[in-house]
């Protein structure tokens, strides 16, 4: 009976193991995919906000601009934009007026 006991003891801590494991795998994924999705909507929302910032200087490229006004953009750009927080009011502003004046800043 010992050894018969002693192999149960075994089986169900592997059972246990397995489960957990699954389970943790699971969770794993789940937080993967979350936050892929969260970082894809940031990034959407910052190409969003950098296209309105070209059309707002009447660009298609920063490369346009003269060395004096990239630094003007590149600071507006950063006042208007928090990484890993997003758009401010400031930024959701200049969004909106470049929608409104028919900029095309959708993105996929």
């Known amino acids: ?5 002693k192999l149960k003891i075994i089986f169900n801590t592997m ?3 397995n489960n957990y494991k699954s389970f943790s795998e699971e969770n794993a994924n789940k937080t993967a995919t979350r936050l892929s999705e969260e970082k894809s909507a940031l ?4 190409q969003e906000y950098f296209l309105s910032m070209l059309h707002k200087y009447d660009i298609s ?5 003269s060395d004096d006004d990239k630094t ?3 600071d507006e750009l950063s006042s208007g934009y928090k990484k890993g927080e997003g758009t401010n009011d400031t930024g959701k502003e200049i969004v909106k007026d470049a929608e409104e004046d028919g900029a095309e800043i959708e993105t996929k």
Do not use: A, D, N
């Open 1 to 5: 009976m010992g050894y018969i006991y």
């Open 61 to 65: 490229s920063v490369s346009e601009l």
């Open 43 to 46: 990034q959407q929302e910052y």
């Open 72 to 74: 003007k953009f590149f």
């Open 15 to 17: 059972e246990r193991i």
